[in-house]
């Protein structure tokens, strides 16, 4: 009895099972904050030219503004030098009333022209100083922004961090079988039959062809291709190569063009927003499968969206 236990198969061991769990929900934790940090960085992109068009527009503004000052002091002193005598006095003294008079009556244009240009400095004045509220009000948020794209960064890593570390206590035949089935995954997504369905629209056929080229490229975590994806990074890369720009992340593009509700309704192409919170999406390809960047670890592949274990939400046709 004691050689036949010996030589029997070992029972698996619940805690591993357990590790490979715990993996799984670090890399799920990890790919749902990497959509967040893409908006992040999304928003700091947009901040970031708004802030610059206004320090221009303040910049323009405060030339013009100088240059109003130099003309109102010229006028200002003009005025001064001729009205230093009591006109009826100048007037006289003049041994030549009519160009006196015609020198008060072009004092007198000069004095509309410096009210006018006064208005004018009041006015631009005015619009420097919201420039530069607006300005720094965007330079704040820009700020925040910042600041939330080095936490979403840190959990990221911090997360992938943690998954090495709970996968190098599993042993070399363990670490191996999670690397065969990852193999697998590949290898059967290079047998999927996708059929033959027409896509949605060419937009969609074309965006999903380019996706097609990009199978077997690694995810990484805010890559936006063309040698390496995360999952809302390959779709937005296979729409730019047709010239169709299409937001960055996953919920965002959840609310881009006609929505599909039921997945018997999708066509080759359409988008796919997986998870109850959105953090998902790839390329309907057909016969029931999904194209998409899935998770650390993981390359670009078909997989059938039904052992995905991510929940459907609805389909997007751009």
Not at 271 to 290: C, E, K, P, W
Request: net charge positive; hydrophobic share 30%; with cysteine.
């Amino acid at each position: 009895m004691s050689t036949q236990s010996a030589s029997a198969d070992p029972l698996p061991d619940p805690r591993k099972k357990g590790v490979q769990a715990q993996i799984d929900r670090l890399y799920e934790e990890a790919t749902q904050a990497t959509e967040k940090y893409n908006g992040a960085k999304e928003a700091a992109g947009k901040l970031e030219k708004q802030v610059k068009s206004l320090q221009e527009t303040a910049a323009r503004k405060q030339d013009d503004l100088n240059g109003l000052r130099d003309r109102l002091g010229s006028i200002a002193g003009a005025q001064y030098r001729s009205g230093g005598i009591d006109p009826s006095m100048e007037l006289l003294l003049s041994s030549d009333p009519d160009r006196y008079l015609e020198k008060a009556s072009a004092l007198d244009r000069l004095g509309d022209r410096q009210a006018i240009e006064l208005e004018q400095f009041q006015t631009q004045q005015r619009d420097l100083q919201q420039q530069r509220r607006q300005a720094s009000e965007k330079l704040a948020d820009l700020g925040d922004t910042r600041t939330e794209l080095r936490e979403k960064k840190n959990e990221i890593q911090g997360k992938l961090a943690e998954a090495q570390r709970l996968l190098n206590t599993l042993s070399a035949k363990e670490r191996a079988r999670i690397a065969e089935k990852e193999e697998r995954a590949d290898r059967a997504s290079e047998r999927t039959e996708l059929g033959n369905e027409a896509s949605g629209s060419q937009r969609a056929a074309s965006a999903f062809d380019a996706a097609k080229s990009r199978v077997g490229m690694p995810y990484v975590w805010g890559a936006t291709g063309p040698g390496s994806f995360d999952c809302s990074g390959l779709t937005s890369w296979a729409f730019k190569q047709t010239n169709v720009s299409i937001p960055r992340t996953s919920q965002a593009q959840a609310q881009i063009g006609t929505r599909i509700n039921s997945l018997s309704d999708l066509k080759p192409g359409d988008l796919i927003i997986m998870r109850t919170d959105l953090s998902h999406v790839g390329f309907y390809a057909g016969n029931g499968q999904i194209l998409h960047s899935p998770k650390p670890g993981a390359n670009v592949r078909y997989e059938s969206i039904a052992r995905s274990g991510m929940p459907f939400m609805w389909g997007v046709r751009v």
